[in-house]
């Protein structure tokens, strides 16, 4: 059937920081410019999730007066530690130790998706047409192969596919450039990337996921401005992984946890690890007393320009996180994202303008300072693979002596689904029950992301082998679904002969995209429900 179609000059793919910095900009430089925005969840900020601090340094390029419109951007960072934590003790390694990208005295501590919020109020004053609840499912094509648009899903289909009274087919949207924005791992830009071989000569791209609770707590437990990170227990000394602990205003704690998904027990359980660690004592003392409000997962991009892929192809752009801009020994990314759209902004009016070419992306992008400062962060990742010890005396001499310019790359070695071993060869962990005070199972955790789906539409995560997972992953790596999904999407069940089968529960999706990422062999894909579907996050 033929689909409606709407024209624009630039449409854009996700409301995040990157997508949102490149319509501002856009306006910016051409008023008179068509821009509008695709957002999936059913607001802006529905789908965002981050630690967050947050550097100024790209805003303050794009809306220098953003103290005086009103940013939400409050809290200045006062106070840092950085500890090293066994079972029952910690050891606080000395701040003026830490090298600078890790410091963060002029940054702040923020919700990233209060600033979706408030960024996408400054796009509207522009002229930017934003839709939220609509996601971009498919990528369209010209006759010569470039990029012609997207369009969006197909709202109101059964499970198999059928036409429900609700149906409403998608539209839709062509334009001149299109821009990928979609934040990690996103769908279409995966597609992208393989199509156009974007990542031709690039290092495999590296992941992690990233899980976060917001905690109301008593006022003499509550030091807002502290900026806490923690490295070791509950993790063993081959797996990277850390934690955040931000003390945000309205005597609020985002707590969280990253953990590399190149981990290779198959027995792990991210979220499982995230509990244990709350309750080491240093933690505990904080939360004790005090109510958690908010959780969510997100998986985020971690590869640094080994794994940057081409950002640039016929008729469209790939930024911020669906590239892969984040600076992995900063923790940070929202910068980084938001420089690349600026920049994605300045290649498109010249384009439309005077027909440069999209390929003036690229040299604009490695003359920034967004590209200097992943090239100086390039060897902090990879690292890793010698060990936390290793790794963290190596980023000290690589960052403080040499200052990221060592005349070395250090390389990854493989994609994150290729280095779980056989379940067999791993001693299995035993996780302490919740206590429903400061750990908590995964059902009351997905309650609080307040995810929804529609009933009965398709289901959204896509196995390639239905049978794969009994026949193959159950046996070798003891079916690590059940484990690494945050909020239980997958199950392994008996049926009423007690034979196992592979049940997934698609309604608790929150779009981390970690299945997508991890599974071994590759068998599940992740595509887009219908709009609006997902997590709801406040001020996460």
């Known amino acids: 059937m033929t689909r409606e179609a ?29 821009v509008c925005i695709l957002e999936k969840g059913a607001e802006v900020g529905a789908h965002i999730l981050s630690g967050n601090i947050f550097e100024t340094k790209a805003l303050d390029e794009l809306l220098p007066n953003w103290k005086e419109e009103g940013a939400p951007i409050k809290t200045k960072v006062s106070k840092e530690k950085f500890l090293f934590l066994g079972k029952n003790k910690s050891l606080s390694w000395p701040t003026w130790l830490l090298p600078s990208v890790q410091k963060n005295h002029n940054n702040y501590i923020i919700s990233l998706a209060n600033l979706c919020r408030w960024l996408a109020e400054q796009a509207e004053k522009l002229g930017v047409e934003i839709f939220p609840g609509f996601p971009a499912s498919e990528v369209l094509y010209n006759e010569d192969g470039s990029v012609k648009g997207v369009s969006t899903v197909d709202m109101g ?16 949207l062509h334009a001149k450039v299109t821009v990928f924005a979609e934040g990690c791992r996103g769908h279409l830009g995966k597609h992208l990337i393989k199509k156009y071989q974007l990542d031709q000569g690039k290092d ?36 990277y992984g850390g934690s955040f602990v931000y003390h945000a205003e309205k005597k609020q704690i985002y707590i969280g946890y990253v953990i590399g998904l190149d981990y290779q027990n198959p027995h792990l359980s991210p979220f499982e690890e995230f509990q244990r660690f709350k309750t080491h004592p240093v933690i505990r003392k904080m939360l004790e007393g005090g109510k958690r409000i908010s959780y969510g997962a997100r998986a985020l991009i971690e590869g640094g320009i080994q794994s940057l892929p081409k950002m640039f192809m016929p008729g469209a752009l790939l930024i911020g996180c669906d590239a892969g801009t984040l600076n992995m020994p900063k923790i940070k990314g929202s910068h980084t994202a938001m420089k690349s759209g600026i920049i994605a902004a300045e290649t498109i009016v010249e384009h439309i303008k005077n027909n440069s070419g999209l390929s003036v992306y690229e040299t604009k992008f490695k003359k920034s300072w967004v590209f200097k400062e992943l090239h100086a962060a390039r060897n902090a990742k990879p690292s890793f693979s010698w060990g936390l010890l290793f790794a963290i005396l190596f980023i000290g001499l690589d960052q403080i002596l040499f200052r990221g310019k060592l005349p070395f790359t250090l390389r990854h070695k493989r994609a994150d689904h290729e280095a779980l071993k056989p379940a067999s060869q791993l001693v299995k962990i035993n996780y302490p029950n919740p206590d429903g005070k400061i750990t908590f199972d995964k059902t009351s955790s997905v309650y609080l992301t307040g995810t929804n789906h529609t009933e009965n539409q398709p289901v959204h995560l896509k196995l390639k082998d239905q049978e794969l997972p009994i026949k193959y992953t159950l046996d070798k790596f003891d079916e690590p679904a059940q484990r690494y999904c945050p909020v239980g999407v997958y199950e392994i069940q008996k049926d009423q002969d007690s034979n196992p089968m592979f049940v997934i529960n698609s309604q608790n999706c929150i779009h981390c995209k970690t299945c997508d990422i991890k599974e071994p062999s590759q068998n599940i894909t992740w595509v887009t429900p219908e709009g609006g579907g997902g997590p709801r996050y406040g001020n996460m």
């Open 6 to 34: 709407m024209k624009y000059d630039v449409v854009i793919v996700g409301a995040g920081p990157s997508g949102l910095a490149t319509a501002i900009k856009l306006k910016q430089l051409e008023p008179n410019i068509n």
């Open 157 to 172: 289909l059964d499970k198999d596919g059928n036409k429900k009274d609700t149906y409403e087919q998608g539209i839709e």
């Open 204 to 239: 495999s791209q590296q992941y992690g996921i990233g899980l976060k609770e917001i905690w109301e707590v008593n006022e003499n437990q509550h030091q807002q401005g502290l900026v806490m990170h923690t490295v070791g227990w509950p993790l063993d000394k081959k797996t």
